[in-house]
């Protein structure tokens, strides 16, 4: 019913920014959550920002300040700008829609490795 297509990922040295992107389509319903989780190698995947379709944020501590997450909606795309990688960054990213009882779904995820 609904895909999720995500782009942006790569290889950036210690410091660099990435902005990711996804884009959402099909049966989108209104009220939902879209997320960008992670998993780091060996570690389970967790949140990382989480965005309402009403403007409504979230990040986890460990990335504030240096990534943030935005939506348009009108496009059905949600963006992840992350500046000031560190090599702890590496992972690979996951955007998600939360429609609650009308779905959930996950993109195919997209590398990110933070490297010299």
């Known amino acids: 019913q609904v895909q999720l297509v995500e782009s942006g990922g790569g290889l950036v040295q210690p410091g660099g920014s990435l902005r990711l992107a996804c884009v959402a389509s099909?049966?989108?319903?209104?009220?939902?959550?879209m997320a960008w989780y992670r998993q780091r190698p060996g570690e389970q995947r967790e949140l990382v920002a989480a965005?309402?379709?009403?403007?409504?944020?979230n990040h986890v501590s460990s990335v504030r300040g240096r990534f943030k997450i935005s939506r348009d909606n009108a496009k059905n795309t949600v963006y992840l700008q992350m500046n000031d990688l560190k090599p702890g960054d590496t992972a690979v990213y996951y955007c998600?829609?939360?429609?609650?009882?009308?779905?959930?779904?996950w993109g195919q995820g997209t590398r990110v490795d933070v490297s010299s």
């Open positions: 998600n829609l939360n429609q609650f009882t009308r779905g959930n779904y």
């Open positions: 099909g049966n989108i319903r209104g009220g939902n959550i």
């Open positions: 965005q309402s379709n009403d403007g409504i944020t």
